[in-house]
């Protein structure tokens, strides 16, 4: 079996002066990821290494550099999910955690599936994950105001054992309701794997995301579509009801799809039959 690798950096705007940021962050992420699969490590763990690696990143909106909300906090929701066994780890509306998505994965094989709030940081901290005083995850001003909208990352992993996995991980939208929770960590909504299918994950307006059930509907159709229609038809359902978005899908294959109806949308993906991994801000940069 060989190996394979994808994930995105929000579907949103980049700047061009951000772009070459999002290349690096992405391929950065891509490669901590890479290593894990090539080790024949697990997808669950490549997912994990690599969502780790964006939410260090401030150019990202998870984790390190997170949206603040209406009170001036940083609330974060990650997710992960591995598709033989259907087990999934999320936590929604968490604080004061320097890697949500190290929280999810400590989940993953519990009964609970979605922890928020006082209950997922307590969660975190039972379980020596990395915490951290509430406002050092928000960097140091650039002089620039940053704007957060719709940028989720999100990864999809195929391991050498033919195991899937997908993670999410997000920091919210500036000036977001207090206790807002997006699609990122609601199962069939922002995510979702199975082995015998593949895996997918989106970014994008949250609500509508989760009004569709964006990535049920996508793993629904890859039965008799290919990853890119799957994808393109699940955006025209969010476009109906007035949503922007992106997505990435694998297959069991090692088939990559991606697309997006958001101007923007970073994606990296890299498998073992290729030599070099691939990085671009958006779809027309790829040429198709």
């Known amino acids: 079996m060989s190996w394979a690798i994808i994930l995105h950096g929000g579907a949103k705007e980049i700047d061009p002066e951000d772009v070459d940021a999002h290349r690096v962050g992405c391929l950065r992420a891509l490669e901590a990821g890479r290593r894990v699969l090539a080790g024949d490590g697990s997808a669950v763990d490549a997912v994990e290494a690599a969502i780790r690696v964006l939410e260090a990143d401030p150019t990202f909106n ?97 391991d050498s054992a033919g195991r899937m996995a997908v993670g999410t991980s997000a920091g919210g939208l500036d000036g977001a309701a207090t206790g807002r929770v997006g699609d990122s960590p609601m199962p069939g909504c922002g995510f979702y794997v199975d082995d015998t299918v593949g895996g997918v994950a989106f970014s994008g307006d949250g609500e509508q995301i989760a009004r569709r059930m964006l990535a049920a509907g996508v793993l629904h159709r890859m039965p ?21 978005a992106g997505g990435i899908v694998l297959t069991p294959a090692g088939a990559f799809g991606w697309q997006h109806n958001s101007r923007d949308f970073a994606v990296a993906y890299q498998s073992s039959r290729m030599a070099e991994p691939a990085c671009f801000a958006n779809k027309a940069q790829a040429g198709h």
């Open 224 to 244: 008799n579509a290919s990853p890119d229609a799957a994808l393109q038809s699940a955006l025209h359902d969010v476009a109906r009801i007035g949503g922007s």
């Open 62 to 158: 998870a984790g390190f550099g997170s949206a603040l909300n209406a009170d001036g906090a940083v609330e974060m929701c990650a997710s992960i999910m591995e598709g033989s066994g259907f087990n999934v780890g999320g936590v929604a509306v968490i604080r004061g955690v320097q890697h949500p998505i190290s929280v999810a994965r400590a989940l993953l094989f519990k009964e609970e599936i979605l922890l928020a709030g006082d209950g997922a940081r307590r969660f975190a901290a039972e379980n020596d994950c990395e915490l951290c005083h509430f406002a050092a995850l928000v960097p140091r001003s650039t002089g620039r105001k940053p704007v957060h909208l719709h940028d989720t990352v999100g990864c999809v992993a195929l």
